[in-house]
């Protein structure tokens, strides 16, 4: 077994590698479609490659493959929670959530996070480094064959932080979506940020049709200093107007994640100063109830202020929504994700 991870290479990099070992173009779609169609774990299953030409891949490249390390399913909705041992023996987690509309997995993209925002879990014990796009892929390839049902959506919510992981995970959307493989739409996938406003400019610029969501939880600097220490370098007029950018560029509305904490950021007069700074950006509102993370000490208000919360903003011109929360049993929801199993550790 070779040493490079055949299954991260986008459709044009497979190209040019099998123009490097000397071999006709059409035998990059063909080891394309067994990686990303058909799925297969080893070299020894691409049955319309000559035999030399296995052996001679298998010396070069290996296929990536990851191990469902344990699976967590809720007795309140189905959600299932995914804890995936990648090849080196860390593991992640991924969450596959079950919606009317069809199937949606949550998907880690790093092991860990450095962004160390105070309400996650996920930036507990720092980042060990970060997912390439073949361990991305099989996050969502390992829950389709385990459910057996087809993945519909992809939303990169799970732990890390995708823009700090910008090459490898635009490589995964561009094989996500290529039509000889999974084929999932764009359209269908969301990326969640907590405000790296210079890969927001640089994403803006490959005009995906993703849905770009990003994570704000406050609605001044004073507040999201104290949460989210990305702010210290990236204050909130920096990224909003980023996010203006992003808007013009792609045509895409932006989707802001506001976790409530109670006593914190949940007042109405929050509510109004951030329906003024996100007026004219066509932006969609996500509350989310802050989740209980056992380290960080945050709590959520009742429903009532929630609900307050979001009248407000409604009053004011900006769509908001309560996100409906799934797989709580389970410990599934936003920012509660760990790279351990906590019962493990
Ligand atoms: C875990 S992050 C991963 C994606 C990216 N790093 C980000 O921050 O947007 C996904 C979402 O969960 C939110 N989140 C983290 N901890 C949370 C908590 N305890 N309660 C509710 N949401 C939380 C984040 O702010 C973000 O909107
Ligand atoms: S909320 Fe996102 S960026 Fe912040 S620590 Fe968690 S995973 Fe990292």
Not at 5 to 14: A, G, I, M, R, V
Not at 38 to 63: C, H, W
């Amino acid at each position: 077994m070779g040493g490079l991870d055949l299954k991260s290479y986008t459709f044009p990099e497979l190209e040019t590698a099998v123009a490097e070992l000397g071999l006709p173009r059409f035998r990059a779609g063909q080891i394309f479609g067994w990686l990303h169609e058909k799925r297969v774990s080893t070299f020894a299953e691409m049955s319309n490659l000559p035999a030399s030409l296995r052996g001679q891949l298998d010396e070069k490249f290996y296929i990536n493959a990851i191990r469902i390390k344990k699976r967590l399913v809720s007795n309140i909705d189905g959600t299932v929670k995914y804890l995936y041992e990648l090849r080196d023996g860390n593991c992640v987690e991924a969450v596959l959530m079950r919606y009317r509309h069809g199937n949606s997995l949550c998907i880690s993209t790093q092991v860990g996070c450095r962004m160390g925002c105070k309400f996650c879990a996920s930036t507990l014990a720092g980042r060990v480094r970060d997912l390439t796009a073949s361990e991305m892929l099989d996050e969502v390839y390992t829950a389709q064959a385990d459910s057996g049902e087809r993945v519909d959506g992809v939303v990169l919510m799970g732990i890390g932080e995708p823009l700090d992981n910008f090459d490898n995970v635009m490589a995964f959307l561009e094989i996500l979506s290529d039509a000889r493989g999974l084929n999932l739409s764009l359209r269908h996938v969301s990326l969640s940020t907590c405000g790296l406003v210079d890969r927001i400019y640089e994403l803006a610029k490959r005009k995906l049709q993703l849905t770009l969501s990003v994570s704000l939880h406050a609605p001044n600097d004073t507040i999201r200093n104290l949460s989210m220490p990305i702010n210290k370098k990236y204050h909130i007029d920096r990224l909003l107007e980023a996010c203006r950018d992003y808007f013009e560029a792609t045509g895409r509305r932006i989707s802001f994640e506001y976790a409530l904490i109670a006593g914190v950021n949940d007042a109405p007069e929050h509510a109004a100063e951030l329906a003024a700074r996100l007026r004219g950006m066509g932006a969609h509102v996500n509350l989310i109830p802050v989740n209980p993370v056992a380290e960080t000490g945050y709590r959520r208000g009742d429903r009532a202020a929630i609900e307050r919360f979001q009248h407000e903003l409604q009053r004011l011109g900006v769509n908001a929504t309560i996100r409906r929360e799934l797989g709580a049993d389970i410990s599934a929801a936003c920012g509660q994700l760990r790279r351990q199993d906590a019962a493990l550790e």
